[in-house]
């Protein structure tokens, strides 16, 4: 299979993914919007939807941050990942680099293939990282979605942390 049609076939398997999962995240906002906890007297709906915040950092990193308004993060995010990718294309390269060195010498010597094994560890182990920061976003997401709506604030009499809850007022 030569690169162009693996690429085009990656590149649709992208689409695919990115079409199914905004159909998803619509289908879970229409959800949330209608789902709500039912206290005593007052009714608490959620300002954000946790498993919406956490398909829109699926379909992009950093998506889930901007919804759940934490802007912040999302340099942040997008920094990390773009260095763990970078470090894994360097040594992608480096790996096919000597991999055809490995090959061109008739496959005896050692230190191409000692330094093909080098190459290709250090790529997998980057595509690891890359792998646990998009994870971690997604976990960010869901639990910055579920504490969205309490409010950590200096009480001005005591000047004590007040720890609230925001109820929408009907």
Excluded: C
């Amino acid at each position: 299979m030569s690169y162009s049609t693996s690429l085009g076939s990656l590149t649709t398997k992208i689409i695919f993914v990115i079409l199914l999962s905004t159909i998803l995240i619509q289908a879970q906002t229409e959800q949330d919007s209608t789902a709500s906890v039912q206290t005593s007297d007052t009714t608490f709906v959620m300002t954000k939807s946790p498993w919406g915040a956490v398909l829109r950092s699926a379909v992009l990193p950093g998506w889930g941050q901007y919804y759940n308004e934490s802007y912040w993060k999302i340099p942040i995010v997008w920094g990390i990942m773009g260095y763990f990718a970078s470090i894994w294309i360097d040594q992608h390269n480096l790996y096919w680099d000597s991999k055809k060195l490995y090959a061109e010498s008739g496959y005896t010597s050692s230190k191409a293939l000692a330094d093909r094994n080098f190459y290709r560890n250090q790529r997998d182990e980057f595509a690891v990282y890359i792998g646990l920061v998009y994870f971690l976003t997604l976990v960010d997401a869901y639990v910055d979605a579920h504490l969205f709506d309490f409010d950590v604030s200096v009480d001005l009499y005591t000047r004590q942390p007040q720890f609230t809850i925001k109820l929408p007022l009907y």
